[in-house]
T-cell receptor, first 112, second 113 residues
Framework: KQEVTQIPAALSVPEGENLVLNCSFT??????LQWFRQDPGKGLTSLLLIQSSQREQTSGRLNASLDKSSGRSTLYIAASQPGDSATYLCAVKDTGFQKLVFGTGTRLLVSP | SAVISQKPSRDICQRGTSLTIQCQVDSQVTMMFWYRQQPGQSLTLIATANQGSEATYESGFVIDKFPISRPNLTFSTLTVSNMSPEDSSIYLC??????????FGEGSRLTVL
């Protein structure tokens, strides 16, 4: 059974810092991995999708990497801004069940 | 990407009543899903809404408690029946696009008193 873990659970940084969020998964037979952002009480916004054949994806200040063999993905946020404050979730889709398994999230606070 | 609208965005309900949540997508999609997010928790899949047939429920979720309709490829409803305070959650509708990317609606925040 796929399990997804995100470390750290919470992170507080000053504005302008570069930061890395971590996501690990137990079963490397994945179809894809997706990073989301969730603002308090709101739905999820898709940030990046990495297919199993890819090693990284970039969108603006965000870069996500995938290492299937080690069961890890990282989300790199460059030059963080207060508007980046949110909870970041990673989710893994298995090749077998085709269902998304979500991590518990990292709550990010960027202070001005 | 698909634009997904959910109604209501939030509601406060009395114990024992039922609430129906609507999900409207601006394009035809094959797969629609309903998730629940309990306070402080991550997302849990309730069911896959199948067009023209009964929904497929995940372990721990049953049709009597969470009846789902999917009359066409752009619309679905989730009903939370006979509510109790434990049902207080955010309920989220989502769809998958051709790339495999999952998109979510804004969620419906339910509080049961």
């Amino acid at each position: 059974k796929q399990e997804v873990t995100q470390i750290p659970a919470a992170l507080s940084v000053p504005e302008g810092e570069n930061l890395v969020l971590n996501c690990s998964f137990t079963d490397s037979a994945i179809y894809n991995l997706q990073w989301f952002r969730q603002d308090p009480g709101k739905g999820l916004t898709s940030l990046l999708l990495i297919q199993s054949s890819q090693r990284e994806q970039t969108s603006g200040r965000l870069n996500a990497s995938l290492d299937k063999s080690s069961g890890r993905s990282t989300l790199y946020i460059a030059a963080s801004q207060p508007g980046d404050s949110a909870t970041y979730l990673c989710a893994v889709k298995d090749t077998g069940f085709q269902k998304l398994v979500f991590g518990t999230g990292t709550r990010l606070l960027v202070s001005p | 990407s698909a634009v997904i609208s959910q109604k209501p965005s939030r509601d406060i309900c009395q114990r024992g009543t039922s609430l129906t949540i609507q999900c409207q997508v601006d394009s035809q999609v094959t797969m629609m899903f309903w998730y629940r997010q309990q306070p402080g928790q991550s997302l849990t899949l309730i069911a896959t809404a199948n067009q023209g047939s009964e929904a497929t429920y995940e372990s721990g979720f049953v049709i009597d408690k969470f009846p789902i309709s999917r009359p066409n490829l752009t619309f679905s409803t989730l009903t939370v029946s006979n509510m109790s305070p434990e049902d207080s959650s955010i309920y989220l509708c989502s769809v998958v696009e051709g790339t495999g990317e999952l998109f979510f609606g804004e969620g419906s925040r339910l509080t049961v008193l």
